[in-house]
C-alpha cells in the first residue's frame, strides 16, 4: 500500500493526569501535526473510553485515514482494542502503530515534565516513521484435522484418549508394548487406594478398547511425523506394517523409566537380595518375595546429586507404601533417607502411619553414604552415619531395597527430534513455560502429560493428561488455526542454505528444503530454509541470526526499523 | 448447556475459565475480591525460574477480562446454587463497589482526591502498605476499577465527606456512584469449578516465633510485598522496627504445619520451595546479609527444585539447618532463634525473621461447600470422590475443584488443574449433550 497519498491520524492519549500531568499533550499534538504524512491529530482525555474510540472511529472516515498512531499507555492491555476500531473503521488493523508515551515517558520521568514531553515527541515522530511504512497483513487460517494422536498408553496417555474421545473426536492410541497399562501393570500396590493397580488398570482398558472413537495400536510405534498443527501426517510401524494417519494434534504420554543402579553399587547385582524397589513391586505382585525378618530401603540412590541431579518426587511415597506392607506382615522395616519427601495431605499422612506401625527412619547425608557387605553369617550388613546422632552404625538385614529415580526413557531425544520438541537438561521433555504452560510444548498443536514430562505418581498423571486433552481440545473444536500475521519470510534468492536459523528457531517453524534452480543450461538443487507461517509465532529470533539477512519479519522490516531509528537519532529541536 | 461457572480468579481460576472461553463455551467467573490474580498476583518472583510473577500474570488476567465469552463478576460471591450436572442455577450477590464500571477509566484521581488517602493498612500489601478509603487494590488490577471501603469511607461512617464526596468530585466520568446497592444475579450454567485457593495460618496463634509480639517477625506473604519492587517499600529491603536493612535473616520452615499434634498434620507443600526463593532474593537485593533457613526436611520435588536448592547453598552462600526453632527478643528488636544442632542448643542472632506458615484452605470454603452441597476434609479442601482417576471431581456431579482448595500445590499444578477441569466440564456438557440428543431422536 505504498501507492497513494499517505494520511496518517495521530492520537495522543492523556489518560487523565497520568500521562497529562507530566507530559504536555497538547504540544506533542501540535508537533505531530507537522510530521510528514500526517493530516490529522488530536488529544483525548481517554482514548480508551468509548467517547475516545469512536473520536477514532470517525476520524478515520472523515479525513480519509490509511494509517493510525494512538501514543498512550502499554500496547500490552490496549492495542488489540484500537486494533480493533481500526477494522471497524475498515482499516486494516496492521496499519496501526501504537507508542507507549505512560510508562516510557510520563511514569519514568515524573521530574523532569520537560524532558518527558520531549521524548514523547521524539517516540511520536519514530512511530509515524514507521507507520508511513507498514503494509496491510493478513491473518491466515488454516482447517484442522478432527483428530489426535497419543503417544504412550499408560495411565496419562489412556485418560488423555478417552476424554478427548467423548468430547467427540478420533483418537489415535500408540502402544510401544503389547499391552495397554504402562508401568501400573508392574506395580503391586498404590499409596492412594486399597484397589490393585491390575484392576485399575483393567477399568480404563475396558472403557479405551469399548470406544469406538478411539483406534488403539498396540506393538506399535512412530516411525515418522510430519506437518504442523491442524494437519500431520503421521506414519505407525505396527507388526502388520506401517499405517498413514492424519491427526490435528498430538499428545506424548510416553511415560518414564526406572533408574538401574550401576553393578555393584550398595551390592546392586553382587549379592542376590539388595533389588531396587522396581523389583521389589514386581517380587510382591507376583508373590515371590522370600521370607524376610528385617529389611532396609536405601532412599535417592543416583538421585539428588548424584547420578541425577533431580528428586523424583514420588519415590519416598512409593518406598513408605511398600515398608508398611512388609510392616504389616511383621518384617523390621529400616529407611535411611536424605529429608522424607511426603508433600501435601495424604502423603503427609501416610508417613505419620508409617512412623506409628514401628517403621525406623534414619537419615543420612551425601557427605556420608551408606555401605553395604556380606556380614559374617551370611546375611547383609548395612553400615550407615546417623546424622542424628552422629554416630556410625551397623544393621543386619536379609534385604536391602535400593529406591532409585524415575529417569527418562532411553528414546526420549528420538521422539523429541521426531516431533521437533525440547527435551530439558534432566532429559525430559520440556514444556512450552515452566509456571504457566505446564501441558503444552513451545510448538503449537503438541501437548505433554504424565511422567513423560517429570515423576509423578497417577493422580498427578490424570490431572495432567485431562489438561493436555483440554488444550488440545480448543483447536480440535474450533476446526480451524490462525496464523500470527507478523511472521518471518525467508528471500530465497539470498538465503544461502547455511540452516543457522533452522537450529535457532524455538516453535520449530523452519525447515530447510530443496529448491530446483534453473541457471542457464545448469539445473541446480539446493537447499533453501523456509519458514512455515502456522508454526511462526514473529519472535524474530531468525531474523537476527541469518548471517547474509534473508529472512525479514513481517510488520518490524529492515526498512521500517531503519525508519524508526533514523529518526531517533536525528536530533531536532 | 453450553456454559460454566468459575468460583475464584486465582491462576487455576483464570486458567480453568480461559480454557472453557477458547472451547467454545460461555464462562462466569465470580470472584470474592474487588480484583482476579489471586494469591499469585502478591508474590513477587516465583520459583524455580525466578520469573516476575504479575508480569507473567497480568497477561492473562486481561485476557480473561477481555475474553467475549467470559464475564467477571469481581467482588461479589456465590450464596445459592440449585439444581444438577448441566442444569444448574447460581446465585451470584454483586457487593456495590461504589464506582460504576462501564464509566470508570481506571484514571485513579478519586484515589489522590480522597480526604482518608493512604490511612488503612492495604490488605494486598498483608498490612504493610497503606490505601484511602477508595483504592485499587493494586496497580495491575483487573478490572482496574477503584473500590470504596465502606469500614472507612467518611460518608458511612460520618455520613458526609466535606460538601460534596472528594472523590466525586474529581471524577471526570462520573464514575462514582454512592447509589449502588448489592444485587442479586441468577445464571443458569452446565457446570461449576472451584478454585478458591488458600489462606495462611496466622501465626500469632504460636506463641513460640512470636509474631504479632515482634515487630521483625513477618510472615513469608508479608516478605513477599516487603521485597516486591511495586510493594511497600519499592522493593528495599527494610524490617518493620526502625527501617533498617537487615543484615542477617532467618527463614522458618513448617510453621503450623506438619503437627500432628495439633491436628495440623500435613505439609503445605510449596513452603521449603518459596523460602528458598526468597532467600535467594535477599541476596540479589543485599548481597553481604546473612541468611539462614530453618527446616525439617527439604522438600524439593519438581522439576528443576533441586538444582535450584543446591544454587541458593553454593551460588548465593546460604545456609540451610535441619531444626525447630524458638524466636525470643532483646530490646534492640534483633531476635534471638533457639535451635538444635545434633541434640545441642544453640542461638544465633537475627534482625528479621521471616515465617513460611501453613497454608490453609480459605475461612470460608466449608461454608461456600455448603452452598454448593459439596465434601470438604477436616480442613477445608474440597475432598475429591475418587482420588486416583477423578482427582478433580467432588462428591457432586457436576462440581469440580481445582488449585489449592483441593490439596497444597504450586501455580504449574494449579494451571494444569484449571485447564484439567475444562476438560472435565467439556467431556461432561458433551455426554449430557448426546444423551439429550439421543433421547431427543427417540420421542
Ligand atoms: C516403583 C514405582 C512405584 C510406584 N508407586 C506408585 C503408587 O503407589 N502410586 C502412584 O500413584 N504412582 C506410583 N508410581 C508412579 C506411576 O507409575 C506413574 O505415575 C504412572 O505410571 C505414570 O503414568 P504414564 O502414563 O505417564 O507413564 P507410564 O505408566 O510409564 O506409561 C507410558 C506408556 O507409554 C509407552 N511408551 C513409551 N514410549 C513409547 C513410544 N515411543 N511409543 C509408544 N509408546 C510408548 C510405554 O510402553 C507405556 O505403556 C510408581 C512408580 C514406580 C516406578
Ligand atoms: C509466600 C508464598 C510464596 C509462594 N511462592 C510461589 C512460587 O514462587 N511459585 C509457585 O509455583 N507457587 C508459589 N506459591 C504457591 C501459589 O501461591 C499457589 O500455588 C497459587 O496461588 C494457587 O492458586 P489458586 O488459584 O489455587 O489459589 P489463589 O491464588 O488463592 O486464588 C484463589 C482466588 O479465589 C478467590 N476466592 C476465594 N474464596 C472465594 C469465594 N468464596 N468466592 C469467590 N472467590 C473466592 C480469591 O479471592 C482468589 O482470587 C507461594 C505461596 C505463598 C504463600
Ligand atoms: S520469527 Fe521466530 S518463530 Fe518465526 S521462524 Fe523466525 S525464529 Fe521461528
Ligand atoms: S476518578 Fe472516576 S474514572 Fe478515575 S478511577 Fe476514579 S472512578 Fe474511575
Redesign the interface.
Known sequence: MREGELRIGVFVCH????IGGIVDVEAVVEYAKALPGVVHAERN??T??SEGLSRIRAAIKEHNLNRVVVAACTP??HA?LFQKVCEEAGLNKYLFEFVNIREQCSWVHTHEKERATRKAMDLVRMAVAKAALLEPQEELSFEVTPSALVIGGG?AGM?AAL?LA???FDVYLVEREKELGGRLRTLAS?Y??E?TPEK?IQ??VKEVEGNKKIQVFQGATIKSVSGYIGNYDVLVSTEGGDIALKAGVIIVATGASVYEPPTGLYGYRKYENVITLAELEQRLKEGQLPEVRDVVFIHCVGA??QDK?????ICCAASIKNALRLRRRGVNVTILHR???????????LY?EARGRGVIFVRYELERLPSVQRSENGRLEVTFYH????VELKLETDMVVLVTPMVPNDDAKELSTMLKVSL?A?G?FLEA???????DFATDGIFLCGAA??PKD???S??????????A??PL??GYVVAEAISSVVDEKRCIGCGRCVEICPYGAIALRDVTLQLGEVVLVTKKSHINPVLCKGCGTCVAVCPVGAIDQRNFTFEQIIAALREATTTVT | MRSALVIGGGVAGIQAALDLAERGLQVYLVEKSPTIGGRMAQLDKTFPTNDCSICILAPKMIECFRHPNITLFSYSEVIGVEGVAGDFRVRVLKKPRYVDEGKCTGCGACIEACRLRGRFPNEFDEGLGRRGAIYFPFMQAVPRVPVVDKRHCLLFTKGKCGKQPACKEACEVGAIDFEQREEVIELKVGAIIVATGFDPLDPSVLREYGYGRFENVITALQYERLICASGPTRGHLQRPSDGKEPKRIAFIHCVGSRNPRAGRYYCSAVCCMHSTKEAILVKEHCPDAEVFVFYRDMRAFGKGFTEYIERAKSEYGIKYIKSDVLIEENEEHNLMIKYDERGRQRRLEVDMAVLSTLLMPRKDAKELAAVLGVKTDEFGFFEPADELLRPLDTSVPGIFAVGFCRRPMDIPESVAEGSAAAARVAELLGSLEARGEERGSEE
Open positions: 489518560c487523565g493526569v497520568n482525555l481517554y480508551c473510553s500490552r492491555t488489540p495411565v485418560t476424554n467423548s468430547q467427540g498404590l492412594q487406594t484397589e485399575i477399568k480404563l539428588r546429586g541431579s533431580y528428586c523424583s518426587r529429608g522424607v519427601t511426603m508433600p501435601g495431605l495424604e502423603k503427609e499422612r505419620n546424622e542424628d546422632l552422629s530439558g534432566d525430559f513455560h515452566v509456571k504457566l504452560r505446564p501441558v514430562h517429570f497417577v493422580a498427578e490424570v490431572a495432567q493428561a485431562l489438561s493436555a486433552a483440554a488444550r481440545s480448543i473444536s474450533r
